[in-house]
């Protein structure tokens, strides 16, 4: 079992649409959490940071249970921008450890 | 503002051969990430660097060799290349001693085909 698992999707929602992710883990060493975005054949950006409870950044919303040992990302009124794989990624500030989820596809369509 | 560079950004190689892969980390960022990127895979980690010395070690094969240098660029070495081989890979780099916060800087990545 991965320390950090995502459903790899595809999603194919509809311009408009709101859309939510999960991810897992577990370690509950865990310490830090991140959603970086991965366009086809490009590295991955840094999108959001998961600290605490969770946080907003526009469209986007990052929220942390780790009681449940989850992070969701939510999209809303997503743009056809927005296809992209998203990655969660989970730090072990202890070992300075970084473990990438597999990564979720999502495809907004007209 | 300065990203990471990696060199080159697209390299062939043939079975067997060998390649170098050159990273140069944002200015005074002291730990560099080394990642491996095969096609519809996410990236799998290879080895990691702090302040010069290795500072963790995931699926870097025997034959693959990195280190990094005095002024903090990082060369990953692979010999006996394999058809597996080919991949992205990407480099990464943060600032351990600026105050870690987990957060990755990657590089465009280079792209290895092993024919």
């Known amino acids: 079992r991965k320390e950090v698992e995502q459903d790899p999707g595809p999603f194919n929602v509809p311009e408009g649409a709101t859309v939510a992710f999960n991810c897992t883990y577990s370690?509950?060493?865990?310490?830090?959490f991140f959603w970086y975005r991965q366009d086809c054949r490009k590295e991955p950006k840094l999108l959001m940071s998961?600290?605490?409870s969770g946080n907003e950044d526009g469209r986007f919303t990052a929220q942390l249970n780790r009681a449940s040992q989850y992070i969701s990302l939510l999209i809303r009124d997503s743009k056809l921008s927005d296809s992209a794989t998203y990655l969660c990624v989970a730090w072990y500030s202890s070992a300075s450890k970084i473990i990438f989820g597999s990564g979720t596809r999502l495809s907004i369509r007209p | 503002a300065a990203g990471v560079i990696q060199s080159p950004r697209h390299l062939i190689k043939e079975k067997r051969e060998t390649a170098t892969l050159k990273c140069y980390p944002i200015?005074?960022?002291?730990?560099v990430y080394w990642y491996q990127q095969g096609p519809g895979q996410d990236p799998q980690f290879l080895i990691s660097f702090y302040e010069k010395m290795q500072s963790d070690k995931g699926s870097i094969p025997d034959r693959f060799s990195a280190q990094q240098f005095s002024d903090y660029h990082s060369e990953l070495n692979m010999s006996s290349l394999e058809l597996g081989d080919s991949a992205l890979y990407f480099c990464a780099s943060s600032s351990r001693t600026g105050g870690d916060t987990g957060e990755l800087f990657f590089g465009e990545g280079s792209r290895l085909t092993v024919l």
């Open positions: 998961v600290y605490s």
């Open positions: 200015p005074r960022h002291d730990t």
């Open positions: 370690n509950s060493a865990s310490q830090s």
